[in-house]
């Protein structure tokens, strides 16, 4: 077990450098950079100075250096938790992003309980109630959450929200609490604005998630040891419980390896419509405006997010399900 | 036992030839049903399954509406009313004071509401004007290629027909979302066929030569798969340079699309590989001396191009979501390309939605399309089931 942790821990390594590379040189591919767009305002002003500004931007920047140089600065400056001046307003990324950071994994780790939750409960009882009134509803709401693209979902609901009820919904928290430091009040806050937010995110996931509880569900209930069970008078619900049940769990530790790219891409789109303080925007306005630094750091964040969660899922799996922990060492 | 055995009774030959088969001689259906083809015995199966074939003709009548989408749209895409800037929808009529007549709208009244500002249009109810039928309206160039100006509905010849309603610059939202379908409606077939020939051939390489290969693809995959799509669709679509023509913004989006999209399928391509070309028959194959390419392309590939084709089907909502989800951000499509993310992209000020809600109509024909996509798809993956 040990050694299988070990080996997927180092593999993470190559990878998130690879990703790492590819992300820099992505956001770097557009023609110009993050200068041009402010010298060709100074210079449609007139101003006699902006070449020489320019000049001093890039090298304040190191733009004048080849890539690959600005790249390996990026990486090394990492460890220190160091990523490079954004361009935007010449402050340290990691300035920048800390909050960011933090509210966008609140965020995710609610959606994926939310989903957890409601697909659960959902997916159980559309199992056990299979073709009746409870169980068409259940599949009807799945395909509309498959069908409806999630920014249209916020918009709707800032619509109704606006029109009906007379609130916006945008942001994360009441304006009272920005830059304010970590309090009670602002914890309940940001829990109130979040509950939209989740919602609109963990539709489309929960939908995925019901189906496949629901399939697994229904193998297992048809099989000999639940007649068995149940011939010999078992209750219903301890039946159920004690044992189709628990087999027809894995998904939902086996998907967060698929749930969490979902999500966080849902988040991405959704924090725009809703203009959370997530990384959604600054990462939408970072690549519009050629901040490498800043997206790429995003970017990164992003996928690191996603390796380590696949890599839990992985090990939370290995340690749940003895097929698997047993297979894995059988292999060896 | 003492008594004599019977007189022999005179017993019946059937001078009739002896068919040995008799017993299991099949029933004509019977016959029609074992020696029918691995795709018609497909197409049954998909037959019986009614909303995959409903889906089905509504995506053909969907496909064929943009064959001609210069007949059904009343106006061009670009064509603007300077006069009516967010024109609400107006409604066909039948009936004016109570006498039936051929189908009209009532000519669109504007007023500026003194306090907001706002632009109040109101139905003149004295005035109906009649639709026209299978006219000649605004001239356009069908398929940008040939000249002509003939189309299944007009506007009044004095007066306006918005159907669903016209946007910031005046033009008609109904002519916008036909026109639009064209480009929606391909950009997932296309994205779809570039990520299904990734798959075959890298996927294909990987299942069947195996080794150091078959690692390299294995990874990227890994590395593709793990990675949030919309972040990065984002970055790659910003990498587009801007002096691209929208044209080739098209394809690079496509490009972009197929590009993320195919592990999935790859994946599917390189364990059936794997597992097939173990086989009897492909050994076989191998022994008298065929070449790799022919084995996959003659041997192998038919035996789960019925799968590939019904996941690849599946996947084409993803694409179509995708597309919409990038140009609604403003980093897909860019105009004069019009698609119905570049329509919604319009919708993202909420504020200008609360007072012209039909901005956000463009996205009832995309849920429709996925929703209609993901039954076929369902149905399709049904019937190539070899076990149901």
Redesign the interface.
């Known amino acids: 077990m040990l050694n299988y942790i070990a080996r997927r821990v180092l593999l993470m390594i190559p990878?998130l450098f690879?990703?790492s590379a590819l992300?820099y040189v992505?956001?770097d591919?557009?023609?110009g950079d993050c200068v041009t767009s402010q010298i060709d305002e100074l210079l449609s002003r007139g101003d006699p100075d902006a070449l020489r500004r320019a000049d001093e931007l890039r090298s304040l920047y190191g733009l004048d250096q080849p890539l690959w140089q600005r790249y390996l600065e990026w990486v090394a400056g990492m460890f220190q938790w160091d990523f490079g001046l954004s361009c935007q307003d010449t402050v340290p990324v990691g300035d920048l992003i800390g909050e960011r950071l933090m509210l966008t994994m609140v965020m995710e780790v609610s959606t994926i309980a939310f989903i957890w939750i409601v697909s659960f409960i959902i997916g159980v009882y559309a199992a056990t109630h299979q073709y009746q009134a409870g169980d068409y509803i259940a599949s009807f709401i799945g395909?509309v959450g498959?069908?409806?693209?999630n920014?249209?979902l916020a918009?709707?609901l800032?619509?109704v929200g606006?029109?009906y009820f007379g609130l916006s919904i945008g942001g994360l928290m009441d304006p009272e609490y920005i830059d304010k430091p970590l309090s009670w009040g602002k914890v309940s806050s940001v829990m109130q604005h979040l509950i939209i937010p989740v919602i609109v995110i963990g539709t489309s996931g929960t939908a995925g998630m019901i189906r496949r509880l629901r399939a697994n569900l229904l193998d297992e209930l048809q099989k000999q040891y639940v007649v068995t069970g149940r011939a010999k008078g078992l209750p219903p619900m301890k039946l159920l419980i004690k044992y189709p049940l628990r087999h027809a769990l894995n998904p939902f530790v086996a998907d967060i390896?698929n749930l969490?790219?979902?999500v966080?891409?849902?988040s991405?789109?959704v924090s725009?419509?809703l203009s959370l303080p997530t990384t959604g925007p600054m990462?939408?306005g970072a690549?519009?405006t050629?901040d490498v630094n800043l997206?790429a750091t995003?970017?990164l964040f992003?996928?690191v997010l996603?390796?380590i969660g696949?890599l839990i899922s992985d090990l939370l799996l290995a340690a749940l399900d003895p097929r698997i922990r047993l297979g894995a060492t059988a292999e060896k | 036992m003492t008594d004599a055995p019977p007189a022999r009774t005179a017993h019946y030959v059937s001078r009739e030839p002896w068919d040995p088969y008799i017993a299991d001689r099949l029933t004509a259906e019977q016959e029609k049903f074992y020696m029918a083809g691995q795709w018609k015995l497909m197409w049954w199966r998909f037959r019986r399954h009614r909303p995959a074939v409903v889906s089905a003709v509504f995506l053909l009548l969907m496909y064929a509406s943009t064959l001609i989408s210069e007949w059904i749209a009343p106006y061009d895409l670009h064509t603007r009313h300077i006069r009516h800037i967010f024109a609400p929808p107006q409604s066909v009529h039948l009936f004016h004071e109570g006498e039936l007549r051929a189908p009209f709208v009532y000519a669109l009244k504007m007023q500026r509401d003194p306090d907001t500002l706002q632009r109040v249009y109101t139905e003149d109810l004295t005035k109906p004007q009649s639709l026209r039928f299978f006219c000649r309206g605004e001239t356009y160039q069908f398929w940008g290629l040939v000249e002509g100006s003939f189309r299944f509905v007009c506007p009044p010849t004095e007066g306006t027909f918005f159907f669903l309603g016209t946007d910031r610059l005046g033009r008609d939202m109904f002519s916008r979302i036909v026109y639009a379908a064209r480009i929606s409606l391909t950009i997932g077939v296309i994205g779809i066929v570039l990520s299904f020939a990734l798959a075959l051939v890298l996927g294909g390489l990987a299942g069947y030569y195996g080794g150091w290969i078959d690692n390299v693809v294995q990874r990227v995959t890994e590395i593709i798969r793990s990675f949030p799509h919309l972040p990065l669709w984002l970055a790659l679509s910003a990498a587009l340079p801007v002096t691209w023509s929208p044209l080739l913004v098209y394809f690079g989006i496509t490009l972009i699309l197929a590009l993320l999209d195919w592990p999935g399928l790859g994946r599917a391509v390189r364990s059936k590989l794997l597992a097939l070309r173990e086989e009897d028959y492909a050994v076989a194959a191998q022994l008298m001396g065929a070449k790799p390419s022919r084995i996959i392309g003659r041997h192998l590939l038919p035996g789960f191009m019925s799968h590939l084709i019904a996941s690849a089907t599946l996947s084409i909502p993803s694409m179509i979501l995708a597309e919409t989800a990038l140009s609604f951000l403003g980093l897909g499509l860019r105009p004069p390309i019009t698609s119905w993310g570049v329509l919604l992209n319009e919708a993202t000020d909420i504020n200008v939605v609360a007072v012209n809600w039909w901005l956000m109509l463009p996205v009832v024909p995309v849920i429709l399309v996925i929703l209609a996509y993901q039954f076929m798809g369902d149905g399709m993956r049904d019937a190539a089931d070899p076990y149901a």
């Open positions: 990878t690879v990703i992300v992505i956001v591919l557009p023609p395909f498959l069908a409806v693209p920014f249209l918009l709707v800032l619509y606006k029109v390896g969490l790219p979902e966080i891409s849902g991405v789109i725009v419509v990462l939408l690549l519009k050629q997206a995003f970017l992003v996928a996603t390796v696949t």
